[in-house]
Each structure stands twice: as C-alpha cells, then as structure tokens.
C-alpha cells in the first residue's frame, strides 16, 4: 500500500501491485567489530527518522537496513515505519512475522521475480479506528475543548494546576535534527525490576514515571518551576470490534489504534522527590525509595481512572473536527508544548520461535526508537523487551528544544539508578528531608 493524497487534507491507502525491494531493503557494511559499533548504530537509527521517506505516492512508507555480522552469525534489523501505516504495536509485530520468516522460509514463486515482489491481491485493511471503537463524547467535553481552542488566551480555564507544567522551548520546525540516548536493562535485571512492580502493585510503565519525574527535578535549574506533565500512548486495540465479515484479528494487525492519556505531576507531588543539589545516595543505608514507590502508585491510580474512561470523552475523538491538518499544523509555531515527556511501552514480544526448536534465529537485543516530536513533548522515553532478553529505553529529543547535556544526563541518570537496584535493590535517588 501507499499513501496516495499524502500531502492534501484527504489522504488514502492505494494498492500497488509490485514493491521493487531495492527501494526499501538497504545492506550496510558498519564494522560491527568496532568498540564505537554501537554509538554508530545509534546514528543509523537517528539518521533514519531525520530523513523523510521519499516518493511516499510510489512506494510503501517503510524501509529496512541489515547490518550483519557474518563472522559471529547474527543481524541487526533497522525497520523504519511511517506512523500512517502502522503503530508501535504494528512496528513490534513486523519483528515477529519477521523472525518467523527466517526460521520458516516459503518458496515465493512467480511472485518474486529478482527484486521486485508482485502483490497480486490487496490486503486487508483493519477499518478506520471510529468505525470500530465506540467512542462518545459529551456536550460539557466538547464546548471546553472548543473554548480552549478558540477564546482569547484571557478568556481560557487556566492549567489544572497552579504552576503550568514546565515544557522546554517552545514548538519550532527547525532544526529537524533528533538526539538519541540508549538505556540498557539486561535480563536479570529487568525481571527483578518487574518483580519489585509487582510487589508494589505498580506497572514498569508507572514506576518509570516516577524515575524519570525524581531525576528530571534534580537536573532542573533551581529557578525552573517543579511541576510536569506527561503523556503515555494507550492502545485502543481492547477497546476495537471489528466486524465479523473483515476475517482479521485485531490483535495481530497492522493498523493505529491508540489514544493518549495525560499524568499530572504537581509542585507538592515533585516537592518530595527533590533533593537539592541533584545527588544520589552514598550507599544503601541512605537510600528509601519509598517516595518513588510512593509516587508510582498515585500514577497507577491516575492510570486506572483514565482507563475505566476510555473510550467516553476521548481526545482522539476530536480529530474528525480538524479539517485540514496541513493547515493547522504551521500554526503550531512558537505556541508552547502540551507536555514535558512522552513515555511509550510497547511491553516485549517473544525472540524465539517455539516452532524452530531452540535451533533457528532468536532476537536478542531491543531498540524502539521515535522521531523528535515536534510539536509534541520535550523529549520521549521509548521502552521495548525481549522475553528472557532484557529490556531497552530510548530517550528522543529535538535539537535546540532542549540542552544535549539535559538529555544525555537524563539517561546517564537512569542508567545509573537502574544498575545500582540491580546491584542493591534500591535506585539509590535521595528523597526530601
């Protein structure tokens, strides 16, 4: 499929009925043998969301970089997906049908011919998600979004909080240049992190809220108001029914489907997170993570409110009453940021295939990246696993949104308190005194 129309206000899926790969699939000789191979595979991964995908009324909007390494036998996969196509969900199960097809060739036939894939039937295509979620929206809903969209900024509610949540620089579209840090949790590690959520009666997604709210006030200059806000993706594939006549599974589609919901963390909830200077506990003896646990249950409590809401009053149901995206889009300049970050969980997937018997190719490491988002939050917290194979986070930003030193050090940050549960069970990050 392509995106016909896709840069008017009406765009469409079009069937194409042949891919010619060598416009999609790349072969790239980095030497995985180096000591700098994975600071160079970042770059890759960043270079693939700086650039556009081209001659998107032509060709399908994905691309695919192999690096291999034909000396130790394995692989890395770039896979590179425009957001109209598919959603994170989508993206991590192109890795699975992927991984099936190398333990499970199929002989293609006539259908490849060198490079050029014939696709002689369309596929089908999961209907458009306000066809199949029912979401309802009430007048009161409605009338606040319109006022807050449309009333002079006197006029307007002001923000739910009494300090407006710090957001970074305001929108720009330039540079178009994204940052990208990688957060490692091996194995070990991450089942006892999970297990420790589980104890707690928290989510992983819940608890890094939490971290990343206790670490970010402690890089903030003092002057900086202490009150954030953050956004975390919600699938809306529970809440779809596809009609039985459609003979697909929701469950394994590629498709969108998914909402936001919005954590508030106010200048009392960050007050008792907040050590002055940004310091971490000298030992165990000094380190109580009860105000990070603490913290990640409200957020389980706010989790669980926005849920049992969905899909009544939804943002996501508002779009029907944008008209022209192109056109509201450029007017997003310079107009202050929603959020201060986004963090997006797309849980783990399976790396080995049952049916390969332990002998076939298993994913090993993995890494779920997303452009800067530029009109969205300061910066991204992007979390992906392997069952029995750890877990990874990719912290995004835009260039010049906000400093390198305050992204780079946000992950230094993490990565720190997450090896240090690793070697204590405690994240080590001092509370108020």
Same mark, same amino acid.
């Given at each position: 499929?392509?995106?016909?129309?896709?840069?008017?206000?009406?765009?469409?899926?079009?069937?194409?009925?042949?891919?010619?790969?060598?416009?999609?699939?790349?072969?790239?000789?980095?030497?995985?043998?180096?000591?700098?191979?994975?600071?160079?595979?970042?770059?890759?991964?960043?270079?693939?969301?700086?650039?556009?995908?081209?001659?998107?009324?032509?060709?399908?909007?994905?691309?695919?970089?192999?690096?291999?390494?034909?000396?130790?036998?394995?692989?890395?996969?770039?896979?590179?997906?425009?957001?109209?196509?598919?959603?994170?969900?989508?993206?991590?199960?192109?890795?699975?049908?992927?991984?099936?097809?190398?333990?499970?060739?199929?002989?293609?036939?006539?259908?490849?011919?060198?490079?050029?894939?014939?696709?002689?039937?369309?596929?089908?295509?999961?209907?458009?998600?306000?066809?199949?979620?029912?979401?309802?929206?009430?007048?009161?809903?409605?009338?606040?979004?319109?006022?807050?969209?449309?009333?002079?900024?006197?006029?307007?509610?002001?923000?739910?909080?009494?300090?407006?949540?710090?957001?970074?620089?305001?929108?720009?579209?330039?540079?178009?240049?994204?940052?990208?840090? $990688?957060? !490692?949790? /091996? +194995?070990?590690? =991450?089942?006892?992190?999970?297990?420790?959520?589980? #104890?707690?009666?928290?989510? *992983?997604?819940?608890?890094?809220?939490?971290?990343?709210?206790?670490?970010?006030?402690?890089?903030?200059?003092?002057?900086?108001?202490?009150?954030?806000?953050?956004?975390?993706?919600?699938?809306?594939?529970?809440?779809?029914?596809?009609?039985?006549?459609?003979?697909?599974?929701?469950?394994?589609?590629?498709?969108?489907?998914?909402?936001?919901?919005?954590?508030?963390?106010?200048?009392?909830?960050?007050?008792? $997170?907040? !050590?002055? /200077? +940004?310091?971490? =506990?000298?030992?165990?003896?000094?380190?109580?993570? #009860?105000?990070?646990?603490? *913290?990640?249950?409200?957020?389980?409590?706010?989790?669980?409110?926005?849920?049992?809401?969905?899909?009544?009053?939804?943002?996501?149901?508002?779009?029907?009453?944008?008209?022209?995206?192109?056109?509201?889009?450029?007017?997003?300049?310079?107009?202050?940021?929603?959020?201060?970050?986004?963090?997006?969980?797309?849980?783990?997937?399976?790396?080995?295939?049952?049916?390969?018997?332990?002998?076939?190719?298993?994913?090993?490491?993995?890494?779920?990246?997303?452009? =800067?988002?530029?009109?969205?939050?300061?910066?991204?917290?992007?979390?992906?696993?392997?069952?029995?194979?750890?877990?990874?986070?990719?912290?995004?930003?835009?260039?010049?949104?906000?400093?390198?030193?305050?992204?780079?050090?946000?992950?230094?940050?993490?990565?720190?308190?997450?090896?240090?549960?690793?070697?204590?069970?405690?994240?080590?990050?001092?509370?108020?005194?």
């Amino acid at each position: 499929m392509i995106i016909g129309g896709h840069d008017t206000p009406k765009p469409v899926f079009v069937q194409v009925p042949s891919v010619d790969l060598r416009h999609h699939v790349q072969w790239n000789t980095l030497d995985t043998s180096s000591p700098s191979y994975d600071s160079n595979l970042l770059r890759i991964i960043a270079r693939q969301h700086d650039q556009k995908l081209p001659y998107l009324d032509r060709r399908p909007a994905w691309r695919l970089i192999a690096i291999p390494n034909r000396v130790a036998g394995w692989i890395d996969v770039v896979f590179a997906l425009h957001h109209a196509v598919g959603d994170g969900t989508s993206a991590s199960l192109f890795h699975v049908h992927l991984l099936e097809a190398f333990n499970h060739p199929t002989d293609m036939g006539n259908a490849l011919q060198g490079h050029v894939l014939t696709i002689p039937e369309p596929p089908l295509l999961v209907p458009a998600q306000e066809d199949i979620v029912s979401f309802r929206m009430s007048w009161s809903f409605y009338l606040g979004w319109l006022w807050q969209t449309v009333a002079p900024s006197w006029l307007r509610l002001p923000w739910p909080t009494a300090t407006p949540p710090w957001t970074a620089n305001p929108v720009a579209f330039t540079p178009m240049t994204m940052h990208l840090q $990688l957060v !490692g949790i /091996p +194995p070990a590690t =991450a089942s006892a992190l999970l297990s420790a959520c589980r #104890s707690n009666g928290v989510t *992983l997604t819940a608890l890094l809220n939490a971290l990343i709210c206790a670490l970010l006030a402690r890089r903030l200059p003092e002057q900086v108001p202490r009150s954030f806000s953050a956004e975390v993706p919600v699938s809306l594939r529970r809440f779809a029914t596809l009609p039985m006549e459609s003979g697909l599974d929701i469950a394994t589609s590629f498709c969108n489907l998914v909402t936001v919901m919005d954590l508030q963390f106010p200048p009392e909830a960050v007050a008792d $997170l907040c !050590g002055r /200077p +940004p310091r971490f =506990a000298a030992s165990t003896e000094d380190s109580d993570d #009860s105000h990070i646990w603490h *913290l990640a249950t409200r957020l389980r409590d706010q989790t669980k409110e926005r849920l049992r809401a969905i899909p009544n009053d939804d943002a996501v149901d508002l779009l029907a009453w944008v008209p022209d995206f192109l056109a509201w889009i450029p007017q997003q300049q310079g107009k202050p940021r929603g959020h201060t970050w986004e963090l997006s969980n797309l849980g783990s997937i399976a790396g080995e295939d049952t049916k390969a018997d332990g002998r076939g190719w298993t994913i090993r490491r993995p890494i779920f990246a997303q452009p =800067a988002n530029i009109r969205g939050a300061a910066f991204t917290v992007n979390v992906f696993g392997i069952h029995g194979n750890g877990i990874s986070l990719s912290l995004t930003w835009q260039e010049s949104i906000i400093e390198a030193k305050l992204g780079e050090g946000m992950a230094a940050d993490l990565q720190k308190c997450l090896d240090d549960f690793a070697r204590t069970g405690t994240f080590g990050i001092l509370g108020r005194k």
